[in-house]
């Protein structure tokens, strides 16, 4: 129950810099990591009922909302730029919004050919 509380399950670097400070008590995550989970959350029950229709435009989507969060990271550790905390905030959010779209639309797919393979009607 503890590694649930503290969320030392994720791997994050949490550093106190990038992560918000609550009440002189620092949140678990880093805004990223946190961004991530949020879009996870709330990405999955609403993917599992907004995307019906199995689409690789779906995908797609998903490819670019997750990049959003490599660019930001990559540019920012090969010194291109420096990120700031919402930025970090928002792209990890993106990124889990589309880490969702791939996970509903995958396991759909996952479903339909274990389906396919497995039906008498062959």
């Known amino acids: ?13 949490r550093m106190p810099e990038r992560s918000m400070i609550l009440r002189g008590k620092q949140f678990p995550l ?11 959350i709330i990405g999955i029950p609403f993917a599992s009922v907004l995307v019906q229709f199995l689409s690789v435009v779906h995908l797609l989507l998903g490819g670019i909302l997750i990049s959003t969060l490599l660019i930001d ?18 792209t990890g959010l993106l990124c889990g919004l589309g880490l969702s779209l791939v996970i509903v639309l995958s396991s759909k797919w996952g479903v339909i050919i274990i389906m396919l393979l497995t039906s008498s009607n062959h």
């Open 1 to 13: 129950m503890k590694e649930w509380i503290t969320l030392s399950f994720m791997p994050c670097h």
């Open 30 to 40: 880093c805004y990223r990591c946190m961004g991530i989970l949020l879009g996870i």
């Open 73 to 90: 990271g990559f540019t920012q550790k090969w010194g291109w730029r420096q990120s700031t905390n919402p930025l970090r905030l928002l």
